[in-house]
């Protein structure tokens, strides 16, 4: 099974609307972690948001906030205002943690958002 | 404060040559990861070096390896180099905190195999 499944391999949003970036996970640990990452044309990956499965808020990152639902083990990152610099790709992942103090990352296959002025 | 570097950014080899990466996490960060990047795979889980130990590794044969230095610096060694090797490889620099975990990615090497 998946680890981390990212259902739209492609999204379209209009200039300062919000958009919704689904991600669901598998794990069968009590404790891990939820992240987002951007990664433009360019290549390079940025950290977007971070969400521990023991937190009980919605982790928020200035226009970027994550809608955990544990039950539902989904984490989608939601933007607000959307911005043609929004326009890029999306990575959900997941921490779990391998013995004491090791981690493993598990990767989604990415969303692909696009911008319309 | 400097982000995540790595070096060399781009590099061309021939099968059957071996390659060695580096990367200077941000300053303080003790915590690096290595991930491949490829259109076929994605993003692959390479291995995670804390304050010089392998705390895990992914699923990547021995020709993968790597090690962290005592000023929290890392490297990759691909040995043996074969085509499917091409790929992005991307380092990543990690700090826990009380309630979050941050990792920062360096800009990546770009690693062609021919």
């Known amino acids: 099974a998946q680890k981390i499944t990212q259902t739209q391999p492609g999204m379209f949003v209009q200039e300062k609307e919000a958009v919704t970036l689904d991600c669901t996970y598998d794990?069968?640990?009590?404790?891990?972690?939820l992240f987002w990452y951007k990664q433009p044309s360019s290549g390079e990956m940025i950290f977007l948001i971070y969400?521990?499965?023991?937190?009980?808020q919605n982790a928020t990152e200035g226009r970027y906030s994550l809608n955990f639902q544990k039950a539902r083990k989904s984490a989608n990152l939601v933007i607000s205002a959307s911005q043609l610099g929004d326009s890029a790709m999306y990575f959900c992942?997941?921490?779990?943690?391998?013995?004491?103090?090791?981690?493993?990352?598990?990767f989604g296959t990415g969303t692909s958002l696009t911008v319309i002025p | 404060k400097a982000g995540v570097t790595q070096t060399p950014r781009y590099l061309i080899k021939t099968r059957g040559q071996q390659v060695t990466l580096s990367c200077s996490p941000i300053s303080g960060h003790r915590s690096v990861s290595w991930y491949q990047q490829t259109p076929g795979q994605g993003l692959q889980f390479l291995f995670e070096?804390?304050?010089?130990?392998?705390?895990n590794k992914g699923n990547f044969p021995g020709r993968f390896s790597g090690r962290q230095f005592s000023n929290s610096r890392s490297e990759m060694n691909v040995s043996t180099l074969e085509l499917g090797d091409s790929a992005l490889y991307l380092c990543?620099?990690?700090?826990?905190?009380?309630?979050?975990?941050?990792?920062?990615f360096g800009p990546g090497t770009r690693l062609t195999v021919t």
């Open positions: 992942a997941m921490r779990e943690a391998v013995g004491n103090t090791g981690n493993q990352f598990y």
């Open positions: 990543a620099s990690s700090v826990e905190r009380e309630f979050s975990y941050e990792q920062y």
């Open positions: 794990t069968s640990d009590q404790s891990y972690g």
């Open positions: 969400q521990g499965s023991y937190d009980e």
């Open positions: 070096y804390f304050s010089e130990t392998q705390r």
